[in-house]
């Protein structure tokens, strides 16, 4: 792989990944949310909202925040999903960042997944957190998560709105690859 890479490859290009899915095996959310769930009759309900959000049924910030109260989510599944996100990584996918960054490449990260989540992720591969666009959950006094922060993640095509965003910002040098959905 060092010695066959492409010829654009030794000009710097952007590199847009996914996180769930992508970066890492799993949904970070349905996970999160499941692991905290002990009725299986609550975890049907997220499977259900999940699936309809991503065909386009559901609106994407509603079944967020729907999921998130169902779970009854806090601060503290986050943190522990935050510390554990790294043996989850994609077979594969360490060495590929490893690669583009050896080659100077610039890498991104834009889900909807949230921020605190992903970025353990991005120190790993020294992607730099400004580089980094997920979304934030709301948590109240007591750290149980009551929603998410409004934001462009939150929203249908709003992967498509924070490239758009980078493009006209000329944060994109190069060819620009995206991977995932």
Do not use: W
Request: overall charge negative; proline content about 3%; glycine content about 6%.
């Amino acid at each position: 792989m060092e010695n066959n890479f492409h010829p654009d490859m030794a000009r710097r290009n952007s590199f847009i990944f996914d996180f769930d899915s992508t970066i890492v095996t799993l949904e970070t959310l349905d996970t999160l949310i499941k692991r905290n769930m002990e009725r299986d009759e609550d975890r049907k309900k997220i499977d259900d909202i999940t699936t309809r959000a991503m065909n386009g049924e559901l609106d994407f910030n509603a079944s967020i925040t729907t999921r998130l109260r169902i779970s009854r989510a806090h601060r503290s599944h986050f943190a522990r999903m935050a510390a554990e996100i790294g043996d989850f990584l994609t077979p594969g996918m360490g060495e590929v960042l490893n690669f583009l960054n050896r080659k100077k490449q610039k890498l991104f990260i834009v889900s909807a997944a949230f921020s605190e989540i992903v970025r353990p992720v991005a120190k790993l591969f020294d992607i730099p957190l400004d580089d980094c666009f997920a979304n934030e959950y709301l948590s109240d006094a007591d750290g149980s998560v009551i929603g998410v922060r409004e934001g462009p993640l939150v929203h249908e095509g709003g992967k498509s709105a924070v490239v758009r965003e980078l493009k006209r910002e000329n944060r994109l040098p190069g060819l620009v690859v995206m991977l995932g959905d």
